[in-house]
């Protein structure tokens, strides 16, 4: 541990009787209240109406969560959630004492991603918005609020990176003493450095391409990072373990593939100025 940062913060930042707020929660919070601001002023910019923006910010949570929850349950613990289906919406999880706590634990980034996108369609119906258009603005928001998400997880001291040696190392003392990657932080100042460039992008050249274009972009920089990044995470799930011994890769990598491939195929599709109208 010596020359290392330990990072032993408890994260509980208060409690009153059963009621706790926790730092990741406020993460969460910070997530959603940044994209929205900058939505808002992506909207005010382009003279388009924000009278439904709080409606869309309802979608996106909605989305966000019933997405990442649902992917948790059904990449990650499959077998336990499928003979306990009624833990996928109860909050309740049990410790490792064998006590409960309120809330819920597990949540997975990709799901999220499938819920949001299908937030977005639902309410592109609803309201009768150009979905590309909407999935472009979503898309240079996207990565700031994954940036936000992932410093909620260092600090839950969860997603932990594998050992090393390396002076930038911490040590997760609520998990074990060992130097670790700090694999949440390169995660979340990738997201902050993808927000900037889709963000700059988007303002110069928004007019160059068809709509979807940076929706695509964001998914590529987005899942592209993650996947490079569980290089040095971490399994989740035992059984990630014979994934890597089996394809050198895990859950999380293997599940980022489709979306890579997906957001790069948006691009190709969208390159080209849009028509009039679009």
Same mark, same amino acid.
């Given at each position: 541990?010596?020359?290392?940062?330990?990072?032993?913060?408890?994260?509980?930042?208060?409690?009153?009787?059963?009621?706790?707020?926790?730092?990741?929660?406020?993460?969460?919070?910070?997530?959603?209240? #940044?994209?929205?601001?900058?939505?808002?002023?992506?909207?005010?910019?382009?003279?388009? #109406?924000?009278?439904?923006?709080?409606?869309?910010?309802?979608?996106?949570?909605?989305?966000?969560?019933?997405?990442?929850?649902?992917?948790?349950?059904?990449?990650?613990?499959?077998?336990?959630?499928?003979?306990?289906?009624?833990?996928?919406?109860?909050?309740?999880?049990?410790?490792?004492?064998? #006590?409960?706590?309120?809330?819920?634990?597990?949540?997975?980034?990709?799901?999220?991603?499938?819920?949001?996108?299908?937030?977005?369609?639902?309410? =592109?119906?609803?309201?009768?918005?150009?979905?590309?258009?909407?999935?472009?603005?979503?898309?240079?928001?996207?990565?700031?609020?994954?940036?936000?998400?992932?410093?909620?997880?260092?600090?839950?001291?969860?997603?932990?990176?594998?050992?090393?040696?390396?002076?930038?190392?911490?040590?997760?003392?609520?998990?074990?003493?060992?130097?670790?990657?700090?694999?949440?932080?390169?995660?979340?100042?990738?997201?902050?450095?993808?927000?900037?460039?889709?963000?700059?992008?988007?303002?110069?050249?928004?007019?160059?391409?068809?709509?979807?274009?940076?929706?695509?972009? #964001?998914?590529?920089?987005?899942?592209?990072?993650?996947?490079?990044?569980?290089?040095?995470?971490?399994?989740?799930?035992?059984?990630?373990?014979?994934?890597?011994?089996?394809?050198?890769?895990?859950?999380?990598?293997?599940?980022?593939?489709?979306?890579?491939?997906?957001?790069?195929?948006?691009? =190709? =599709?969208?390159?080209?100025?849009?028509?009039?109208?679009?």
């Amino acid at each position: 541990m010596d020359g290392h940062f330990v990072w032993d913060i408890d994260p509980v930042l208060f409690s009153a009787g059963g009621f706790a707020v926790r730092y990741y929660s406020l993460c969460w919070l910070a997530a959603f209240a #940044s994209c929205y601001y900058v939505m808002r002023s992506i909207f005010r910019r382009e003279g388009l #109406s924000t009278d439904n923006l709080e409606a869309l910010l309802v979608y996106v949570f909605l989305g966000t969560f019933i997405g990442a929850r649902l992917g948790h349950c059904l990449f990650y613990e499959t077998h336990y959630y499928l003979s306990h289906p009624w833990r996928i919406v109860l909050p309740l999880y049990e410790r490792a004492d064998g #006590s409960w706590g309120f809330g819920f634990m597990g949540l997975a980034s990709h799901g999220a991603a499938v819920g949001i996108v299908a937030a977005l369609i639902l309410y =592109a119906r609803r309201y009768r918005f150009p979905m590309w258009d909407l999935l472009d603005k979503l898309g240079v928001v996207a990565p700031l609020g994954g940036a936000f998400i992932r410093l909620g997880n260092f600090f839950n001291s969860e997603i932990i990176g594998a050992p090393t040696d390396g002076p930038w190392a911490v040590v997760f003392s609520r998990v074990d003493p060992l130097p670790r990657h700090p694999a949440q932080l390169y995660e979340a100042l990738g997201y902050f450095i993808a927000f900037a460039v889709v963000y700059a992008l988007y303002r110069r050249r928004r007019t160059k391409v068809s709509s979807g274009f940076f929706f695509g972009l #964001s998914i590529l920089l987005i899942f592209g990072l993650r996947f490079a990044v569980e290089f040095v995470k971490e399994v989740q799930e035992p059984f990630e373990i014979y994934l890597r011994d089996t394809f050198s890769m895990d859950m999380g990598q293997l599940l980022s593939i489709p979306f890579i491939i997906a957001g790069a195929a948006v691009m =190709a =599709a969208r390159r080209k100025p849009r028509a009039a109208g679009l």
